[in-house]
């Protein structure tokens, strides 16, 4: 039989004497819950089945009956015999099937006792004794007496984690019992006690409750929804709407982006609720706010909405001004969306007003169209990044904003191949962002002077990298967290540690901490793809839809060159030509010194000679030999050298042997070691030809010990295939 504690009250002889045992059933573990749920409606979505997990707290009974309650309302349905999850769970509630039961349970608890578990439901989930003495308005010593008996009865547990910071505090065995007692309280009840606890919470906490003020009004929220036609519900709302602000500005400060914008969002609308005039331009700068925050952490649609709902209260209230500002937020949420048409017309717009008069305003937006049009490879990047820098000096804009125009400057100067140039930029913007003080902005900074770094010094590319990082997680500012990340591993790349860049993508994505932003799996599917593991590969590029829809030059040449590699993974030299040209079809808007070509033009060289493609070959070499030799990444240039080597033994040149000898002197200097091994395999061939078996082995052993170091089993397959053996030389397709 099961039963409650209470029944040993009850009847106190019950279930003890001969063979008789009485166990104490404990919660399942969240694994054989989601085992649980699974079995009920096999295939619903992870979150979803966590959540209903989660709602279920380990009680079997729970689960089933919360399910049912989703079957009610249509959101679960019988699909060819078996139940399946057909819509959004939602809020999930207490099952009315479970209600009446919970409630009962509460029924029968002594009066004082049943009136402490409403006042702690009001509290939250966890709650401090000090904390429900307050709010109930009885003697701690008298509360502490009750705690102890409702924690015997179990309808309350207590903290006894020594290593959390909640030690000693109580909350509720269930949370499905907290709902019930709460729904147990009259809305004017709820809204007292939510007001009191928002009052002993200021008043416990220092600084008016500074740390705790997203708590504080969650609970004027709540004291403003339980009866919304109050007399004093003005009142309360500015309160609220204060609150709110502080708990975004400390979220702003202690790197929670999110959290600040959901918080400057909801003092919008609660500002805006009725508001004209004065109070309709405060709303519009709350959403302002919104939309720098959501734009921080990387919630673009989020950022958008935002700033158009900043646009529209600032219009309203007959200031245009402040309207175009708001709308080039928009547009630069937009641009790191990837939507560039959009965002060229939001700015452009914004900037159009802006120029009037112009200010540091103005000098914002045009810094952001400027971006806008050099990561879109126009031509007009050079005059607007110009423009802007320029009339920031004019104006006397401040060192944090000046930082980010000539990060803008520097960037450009590297994407058209002047790497000195843009280092310069790009360090006197580091000094700047250092001078302001501003963490965000020098995060950004270096890990663009990362970029500009990594071909010349990869491996103080990947301190910048690493450093800009530190600084941006920190700071939560995902997006550059993304960017700086993705620059690391690249530096990591080039320097052979592959591991390590497989195990930063793969800590970064397991933490959460950039869920929903497509670059860490682009990477991880493009070093899935150089190991030769291509169903990864293809299973991680498969998923990334913001990425594969965007706009950006950038992002489309990540995703062709991964695919590239994936091809090349498969054995497909004619897919791999064809998408790594899809990749150098950017160099345009990217330059020929960005990764991606850097990667591409090698891959594409190489398979265009495996496919005796000389009309390939002969566009690959026209390609680079357009550019200044200063232009070119070393890296390319030895790739270039590499190239004409194959091609001079492939013709029986005699000059082949010289050629090779200092193709893989310059592919050993400036090139990776898996370019280096890919090259080395290319001279063992030749060297096989010549019959210098000797030589030829020397190469092989060097590039399969490189392979066997990276785990590239492409080149260890290359290897393995290439016989050295006089006259019997087998050529294997190159990857």
Known sequence: MFARPELGEIRPGFGTGRNRITLALDPLDPASMETLVEALVPGMPPAARAAVSAHAQG?????????????????????????????????????DSLHALLAARLDALDPQLRRLVADAAVLGTTFPAEALAAVSGQDE?????????????????????????????????????????????????????????AAHLRAAFPGDGEEVAEVVARHYLDALNAIPEAPDTGQIREQAIAVLIRAAERAERTGAPALAATSYATAAQLSQAGAAGEQQTAAAALWEHAAAAALSSADFAAAVQHADRARDCFLQSGDSRAAARAQAVGGQALRNWGHHAQAREQLTAATAVLRDDPDTDTVQALGELAALEMFAGSPDADRLTTEALTLGQALGAGAGQLTGLFTTRGIYHGMAGRHPQAVAYLREAARLATQAGDNVRLGVVLLN?????????????????????????RAGARNHLSFAITNLVHALLLLGDWDTAERELSQAMD?????????????????????????????????LRDLQASEDPQDKAKISTAEAFTAAARGQPVNALRRA??????????????????????????????????????????LLDSYQPGHLAPMLRAERDLARARL???????????????????????????????????????????????????????????????????LLDRAGAISTEPGLVRLAPSQ
């Open 59 to 95: 009680i079997p009974l729970f689960a089933v009956e919360t399910v049912r309650a989703l079957i009610d309302r249509d959101i679960v349905q019988p699909v060819e015999g078996v139940y399946r999850l057909v819509g959004d769970i939602g809020q999930l509630k207490v099952p």
């Open 648 to 714: 001079a033994d492939h013709h029986g040149d005699p000059d082949a042997v010289a050629s090779f000898t200092a193709a893989i002197a310059g592919v050993r200097e400036h090139g990776t070691p898996y370019h280096l091994a890919h090259g080395l395999l290319d001279h063992a061939q030749h060297l096989s030809r010549l019959g210098d078996t000797e030589a030829a082995d020397t190469a092989i052993t060097e590039a399969r010990d490189i392979g066997t170091r990276l785990r590239c089993q492409p």
């Open 449 to 473: 002077l990362s970029e500009a770094l990594v071909f010349t010094d990869p491996a103080a590319a990947a301190d910048a990298a690493g450093t800009a990082a530190g600084h941006l997680r």
């Open 141 to 197: 010593a008298a509360v502490r007496a009750a705690l102890g008996e409702l924690v015997r009865r179990e309808v309350f547990t207590v903290s006894a984690d020594p290593l959390s910071p909640e030690k000693g505090s109580y909350g509720f065995a269930q949370n499905m019992l907290r709902q019930v007692a709460y729904d147990t309280l009259s809305r004017h009840d709820r809204k007292a006690r939510h007001l009191q606890v």
């Open 511 to 543: 933490s959460g901490e950039l869920a929903g932003i497509d670059y860490l799996p682009c990477y991880l599917g493009w070093l899935a793809a150089l190991r030769g593991d291509a169903d990864t590969a293809e299973t991680m590029l498969g998923a």
């Open 581 to 622: 040209r899809d990749t150098l079809s950017h160099v345009g808007a990217l330059g020929i010194t960005h990764e991606c070509p850097c990667w591409a033009w090698p891959l594409a060289a190489r398979a265009a000679y495996d496919l005796a493609d000389a009309t390939a070959i002969g566009e690959l070499l026209a």
